[in-house]
């Protein structure tokens, strides 16, 4: 069983860091793409960053060059690191990961339980 769990979040002032972790376990023949995503209280899910394999990064324009996603693919690991973190960062953040759990077929996504950051003074 594939599971996805992340770890980091908490309470900040603007202004402060944070850095979230997200492991994925089970059996996992590749990975395609890992991701982060929130969700404000009342809004729609949003990308915040991605990290495709063999890939670009991506980030949302509302986190450019606050944010960085990185990975460790050896551990299965994704990680945000968020700097200069502002209220409008509150949300719930999700871990996403297109996965191959087989050694056929088409990926797979799994995500996260979610990890809660809440920026406020």
């Known amino acids: 069983q594939v599971q996805l769990v992340e770890s980091g979040g908490g309470s900040v002032q603007p202004g402060g860091s944070l850095r979230l972790s997200c492991v994925a376990s089970?059996?996992?023949?590749?990975?395609?793409?890992m991701d982060w995503y929130r969700q404000a209280p009342g809004k729609e899910r949003e990308l915040v960053a991605a990290s495709p394999t063999g890939g670009s990064t991506y980030y949302a324009d509302s986190v450019k060059g606050r944010f960085t996603i990185s990975r460790d693919n050896a551990k299965k690991l994704v990680y945000l690191q968020m700097n200069n973190l502002k209220p409008e960062d509150t949300a719930v953040y999700y871990c996403?990961?297109?996965?191959?759990?087989?050694?056929?077929?088409?990926?797979?996504?799994?995500w996260g339980q979610g990890t809660e950051v809440s920026v406020s003074s």
């Open positions: 089970g059996i996992i023949f590749s990975i395609k793409t």
């Open positions: 996403n990961a297109d996965l191959f759990v087989t050694t056929i077929g088409l990926s797979r996504q799994f």
